[in-house]
């Protein structure tokens, strides 16, 4: 059979690839970043709207780098990445608005009936 793997390193027979690990420990602590300033900012700060938007923020960071490096996005082209980030950024506005015009139609109509 021939060989299709053209690489500058050939493996003799029963060797054993060394793991590439470095990348698995730089998104490991990214991650574990991002995690601990989500929880600076959870448990040091009071509730507030403000606490909550920064917890959004990073978790949706968060996110978005795991879909980059597990799910290989961030090596597609760029139109297929627009494609997946542009409905999500509009979904996330969709709920935003939700939310906005619930809490808003809530207290009207808690105050109404009082």
Do not use: C, D, Y
Not at 41 to 49: A, C, G, I, Y
């Amino acid at each position: 059979m021939a060989s299709h793997a053209t690489t500058e390193h050939t493996l003799a027979q029963g060797e054993i690839a060394k793991p590439n690990t470095a990348w698995i420990w730089r998104v490991f602590g990214v991650l574990v970043g991002i995690t601990a300033v989500e929880f600076v900012f959870v448990f040091l700060m009071h509730p507030s709207t403000l606490r909550n938007s920064i917890f959004i923020v990073l978790t949706i960071m968060k996110a978005f780098f795991i879909v980059g490096e597990f799910m290989h996005l961030k090596h597609e082209t760029k139109g297929l990445i627009w494609t997946i980030l542009v409905p999500v950024a509009l979904l996330v506005w969709l709920l935003v608005a939700l939310i906005t015009e619930g809490s808003f139609i809530g207290e009207v109509l808690q105050n109404m009936f009082k």
